[in-house]
């Protein structure tokens, strides 16, 4: 019998700090690392800004044939589109809009599906996304759920853009969080909603070392 690989999903609302952590995680255990979202930024990369989105057959081909590859040198991660490095491109305000109106798409999601579960490989995946609990890896020995209030989630976003030296509009960017949480949360196919069995933890008054702290107690509890 073959061994099953042991996952950990890791989910929750844009800006929650899911990739910082999940980072960190897969770090300390040596395990690979399943950004989701990128999945859907590089669609939306590749259909362009004048994509349509009423195509959905032609979507769906797109995201099954997407060539990607991912390339790690030391604590970087790079994104590969058809041989170009997009791991800047993909990081748009404009391109995480358009990924959430394709990833509201069921076509697209089923056609990313069998993309996503190849991740699954030894000695473990760390997945990170809206619902790796819930659809993507329903069996996984550990579901956490990460959460945090809109207001401080926009404030860790915009630090991180300040810290880049990207100016941003801290009130345009907790209206753009809170319109792409409805949109995540209210889409029939696959919503953001953590999972029956998911541990849930409200990262709103903790900083990422405290988040850390909890989720490796976790994994260590569990995975020993
Ligand atoms: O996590 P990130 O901001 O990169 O995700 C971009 C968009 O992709 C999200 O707003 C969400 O709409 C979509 N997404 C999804 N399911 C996932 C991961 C991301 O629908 N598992």
Same mark, same amino acid.
């Given at each position: 019998?073959v061994?099953k690989?042991?996952v950990? %999903? ?10 910082t952590?999940?980072?960190m995680?897969?770090?300390e255990l ?12 590089l669609?939306?990369l590749?259909?362009?800004s ?5 195509n959905?057959?032609? +979507?769906?081909d797109?995201? *099954?044939?997407? =060539? ?7 604590d970087?991660l790079?994104?590969?589109l ?5 791991s800047?491109?993909?990081?748009t305000?404009? %391109?995480?809009?358009?990924a ?13 599906l ?13 997945a990170?996304?809206r ?12 579901k956490?759920?990460?959460t945090?209030?809109?207001?401080? *989630?926009?404030?860790r976003?915009?630090? =991180? ?10 009130? =345009? ?15 029939s ?9 998911a541990?849930?933890?409200? %990262?709103t008054? +903790? ?8 989720v490796? =107690? ?7």
């Open positions: 019998m061994n690989v042991p950990l %999903t890791l989910d929750g609302p844009s800006g929650v700090g899911k990739g952590i999940c980072l995680v897969a770090r040596g395990w690979h690392i399943l950004d989701s979202g990128s999945l859907y930024r669609l939306a590749s259909a362009g004048e994509a349509d989105l009423n959905v057959a032609q +979507l769906a797109l995201a *099954r044939d997407m =060539q990607i590859e991912y390339v790690t040198s030391g970087a790079g994104i590969y058809r041989g170009v490095n997009v800047e491109a993909i990081r305000e404009m %391109t995480g809009v358009l959430s109106k394709v990833a509201a798409i069921p076509e697209v999601r089923q056609a990313l069998d993309k996503q579960k190849a991740f699954a490989q030894a000695p473990g995946l760390v990170d996304g619902d790796m609990g819930t659809t993507v890896f329903p069996d996984a020995e550990l956490i759920f990460l945090a209030s809109a207001e401080e *989630r926009a404030k976003r915009y630090k =991180q853009l300040n810290d880049k030296g990207i100016d941003a509009n801290l009130s =345009q960017l907790t209206v753009e969080l809170k319109e792409r949480d409805e949109r995540d949360s209210t889409r196919a696959s919503p953001l909603l953590a999972a029956d069995d541990i849930v933890i409200d %990262t008054s +903790l900083d990422i070392e405290q988040v850390l702290n909890q490796m =107690q976790l994994v260590k509890q569990r995975f020993g």
